[in-house]
């Protein structure tokens, strides 16, 4: 019993290099056979991958200088709508301005045209009033004359009768 553990424990124990150079070969020829079938698919896909990665990366990039670009350019187009904007409501007001005393000062001028225009109205209907006036004085000197001529009169009666003919004259009218 004792041989029989003893060379177990030697065989057990003991060096055996046919095994490990067999053991040695078939790691060699599973790292080729992984190399070839294995690790080789696997980097081109990671280098796909890579690649793709860095063309998505550099996208990004274009895609973010290009928005701020066409933020700039919004952000001048708005600076300038409201340049534009604030200058179309200053000359609106400028020109509701100019309107304003225009409409001020054709008023005042249709306002003085009418005043004249009234003056000289009044002035010819006055005109006529004290023609009309001298007409019926004189008229009525004529007809007192007349009346004093045809007869001669008392106080009493030349106030009677003026009296009369300042009645008829105004009857007259």
Excluded: C
């Amino acid at each position: 019993m004792l041989t029989s553990g003893f060379v177990l424990g030697s065989a057990a124990g003991g060096f055996n290099s046919g095994d490990i150079v067999y053991q040695l070969l078939m790691f060699i020829i599973l790292l080729a056979l992984l190399k070839k079938f294995a690790w080789g698919p696997l980097m081109g896909i990671m280098k796909q991958r890579e690649e793709h990665i860095a063309n998505e990366i550099e996208a990004a990039e274009k895609s973010r200088v290009e928005a701020a670009k066409y933020l700039e350019e919004q952000r001048e187009l708005l600076k300038q709508s409201r340049v534009e904007a604030q200058g179309l409501i200053e000359n609106a007001k400028k020109h509701g301005e100019e309107q304003r005393e225009e409409i001020i000062m054709s008023a005042r001028a249709e306002a003085e045209r009418i005043k004249e225009a009234a003056k000289r109205e009044i002035e010819q209907e006055k005109e006529k009033a004290v023609a009309a006036l001298r007409e019926q004085v004189a008229s009525l000197s004529v007809m007192i004359a007349s009346k004093v001529i045809e007869k001669e009169l008392t106080e009493a009666d030349q106030e009677k009768l003026i009296n009369e003919y300042l009645q008829e004259a105004g009857d007259k009218q």
